[in-house]
């Protein structure tokens, strides 16, 4: 395993605590409960959002917190949900008469723990409630899903649900909204490589030399099918073809197009697959208001890439367009 | 050869096409010569800074192109310099009255090509002048270079230069203000694997499944040393050490630092250098005035991470905090 780690135990909180030394203005770091927290929040005038899932997915999900994104998050270790305890924790600590929303991503782990913490919270008289994404097309059920995976399209209902929180949406309103994104948004990747979580110490899957996992999951879970790799424009137009037909998109719609890293692929063959992707938009009628390219929801250091498509109204094109901060910005 | 790549000929110019594809109204692209360049360059009002260097090191260099940044950039093919001619023609595209600026990192055949193309403009009449980046301390002398390497260190030359030049700057100032910050910027890498050129089609140099090139170049050029895998935290100690007794860094110095990723590292492993790096400025005296964590400069998918430190003042805190905006954004 060559990685930049030293005891596997702890690396998930020098993680964290690395993403809070490099944000003292905007970011705490709850070490007892993994939590990354914005430094002004929570705040009694609006909603909190809140995520947790398993650590590996980097920048999703700790370092999509900041303002007009994500209040809180609460990872657990790489590639595994966060204990229930940590999930309650959170929610406490972002505890806002308006209410707290937890986005969700559809993993049987990630579901039953921040169920039980939702649960314990509402018991308690917090006034809270959660929504579940599902925007990967590629499987029906998987091996840690009842139903489809959540993926990339997760960062839009964060966006959204960030932007409109900010601007004092209520808590009903934002599960309105998160429902819309969640409808309107469909993904599917391809993975070329395995990846190595530190504490396992070896790859999750094994895979060919001259092979790709067609509709991966972003823990390494088995997709559509296992095939020959292909040239970059024939493993997009797959991709392309499963997602847009799935809403279905339609000619004319406005929509934002991420292609999304799974953490080792470099940005050159990301923008070699955006080239693609937005040829066959083009084709198909469809405008891209809004274009993402890079690495939003990770599997590690594993080669290769997603495919998102959201469908926009006016009110999406604002909201993914409101001001936001987060820890990977460039500059 | 697991890529996402079609022609391995096409894939800097499909690349290109998708980057430009990707940003309509801030970027054109002039296939004849490989050129990115800012879709409102030139005007008379200010000096062009430019650059051009092998593709492969993306964001580097054409990912800089933008507001506040670069205003044109003309890659060669990956990990080769941009030919003589790709080089003048873009000198020529953003000739201004005010002048052209050209920042070289320092490779013989950047250097060469670029010297000629500056000769040759200047000859017909046009005011162009280049400075040569020169940050990494790994070693003296290289497979590619008499002198110092120049590596991510090369950012924050852009970025103030950058910055400048949209405040007005002649000519002359932004050659003063190069060398100031080149002379005050030092980095050091080390990479954990190699990578695969496109139209190579096998890694670039071999390296054992225990071991890392400390001080490697971003074109796989070796280091000080081939050594056995360290825990992270020995990793930073050692590059830290290197890089802050070179300038040499002072107690009481405000500092910029960047862990910068070659590609195939996620970024959770290089918040985990991060922390230590911190936790070494703490202890040096230096004071973290800002920080930057990502892909900068990177060696396609290579296994990886730099460490830059730049000492500021208040010139270049303020340069560094200006507006800019580039291809490579998240939101």
């Known amino acids: 395993m060559k990685k930049f780690v030293n005891d596997p135990a702890n690396f998930v909180p020098e993680m964290l605590e690395g993403v809070a030394l490099a944000n003292p203005e905007m970011l705490r770091y709850v070490p007892e409960y993994n939590i990354i927290h914005r430094a002004d929040r929570p705040h009694n005038d609006k909603v909190s959002v809140i995520q947790g899932s398993g650590s590996g997915h980097e920048p999703a999900h700790i370092m999509a917190v900041g303002p007009g994104m994500l209040d809180a998050a609460s990872p657990g270790g790489v590639f595994s949900a966060p204990p229930m305890e940590f999930c309650y924790e959170c929610i406490k600590l972002m505890n806002s008469p308006k209410g707290v929303l937890v986005l969700i991503n559809n993993y049987q782990g990630d579901r039953m723990n921040w169920d039980m913490a ?21 499987v029906q059920d998987s091996t840690h899903t009842v139903g489809r995976r959540g993926v990339a399209g997760n960062f839009f209902v964060i966006k959204a649900c960030g932007a409109a929180a900010e601007r004092g949406a209520s808590l009903d309103d934002l599960l309105k909204l998160a429902e819309k994104v969640n409808s309107q948004v469909r993904s599917m990747g391809v993975a070329l490589t395995s990846c190595t979580p530190p504490a396992k110490g070896k790859p999750i899957f094994e895979i060919g030399d001259d092979e790709m996992e067609v509709g991966v999951g972003i823990h390494g879970e088995p997709g559509r099918r296992r095939d020959k790799m292909k040239p970059a424009d024939a493993i997009v137009d797959e991709i392309f073809d499963a997602v847009s037909s799935d809403l279905p998109f339609k000619s004319g719609d406005r929509v934002a197009l991420m292609i999304n890293g799974l953490g080792g692929t470099p940005i050159s063959e990301l923008y070699v697959l955006y080239r693609r992707a937005a040829q066959r938009c083009s084709d198909a009628g469809l405008t891209i208001a809004r274009n993402y390219v890079g690495n939003y929801c990770t599997s590690l250091e594993m080669a290769g890439a997603s495919l998102t498509l959201l469908r926009l109204d006016s009110e999406l094109e604002d909201l993914l367009a409101a001001p936001a901060e987060i820890a990977t910005r460039i500059f």
């Open 118 to 138: 939702v649960e314990m919270a509402q018991a308690e008289g917090i006034n809270v409630k959660s929504f579940v994404i599902d925007d990967d097309v590629a």
